[in-house]
T-cell receptor, first 115, second 112 residues
């Protein structure tokens, strides 16, 4: 158990819908990262937050948005869902701000299926 | 454009022998490289990292080698154990950023 929790574990929805994925980082961790893993693909970096501020963006679609709240939990919002958005979405947390490499602790992931 | 490549999707090794997992990259501006291990239905777990200013880092049975001229990274596991059977991802961080770029993974199977 990494100490990072993600809810829900599974999510099945229809095209065009909107969903929210939630992540609670390990106690004391200020950084949250979001990744997408599609079938047979590596983890695609989506976005990084540190203490409530967005620090880096990867190949995140405009239909996707995220935020980190004052209690440090984070939400990833996916809207106008398409079949290709079906994937595993991982959240990871770490202590450092990212200036030095730090160990990221990953949650178990949310499996999103868009029908 | 895949900046971090793991060209071997799978690898089988006998228990007790050495496992060598490879990773190639194209961007000279990566300053850190990392290896993660992933079991089914779990998130990736950090294994070992190496700074671009080093060429080797060791942690127990795991050693990472970095060949900057060849833009090549490898993870050695000695001796391999059945519990090492998992998918291994290499990752790299572009210098001065907070991003991490992952390869597509290599599935390692250690045969008892």
């Amino acid at each position: 158990d990494s100490g990072v929790t993600q809810t829900p574990k599974h999510l099945i929805t229809a095209t065009g819908q909107r969903v929210t994925l939630r992540c609670s980082p390990r106690s004391g961790d200020l950084s949250v990262y979001w990744y997408q893993q599609s079938l047979d693909q590596g983890l695609q970096f989506l976005i990084h937050y540190y203490n409530g501020e967005e620090r880096a963006k990867g190949n995140i679609l405009e239909r996707f948005s995220a935020q980190q709240f004052p209690d440090l939990h984070s939400e990833l919002n996916l809207s106008s869902l398409e079949l290709g958005d079906s994937a595993l979405y991982f959240c990871a947390s770490s202590v450092a701000s990212g200036g030095q490499v730090d160990t990221q602790y990953f949650g178990p992931g949310t499996r999103l299926t868009v029908l | 454009d895949q900046q971090v490549k793991q060209n071997s999707p799978s690898l089988s090794v006998q228990e007790g022998r050495i496992s060598i997992l490879n990773c190639d990259y194209t961007n000279s501006m990566f300053d850190y490289f990392l290896w993660y291990k992933k079991y089914p239905a779990e998130g990736p777990t950090f294994l070992i990292s190496i700074s671009s200013i080093k060429d080797k880092n060791e942690d127990g049975r795991f050693t990472v080698f970095l060949n900057k001229s060849a833009k090549h990274l490898s993870l050695h596991i000695v001796p391999s154990q059945p519990g090492d059977s998992a998918v291994y991802f290499c990752a790299a961080r572009p210098s001065g950023t907070y991003k991490y770029i992952f390869g597509t993974g290599t599935r390692l199977k250690v045969l008892a």
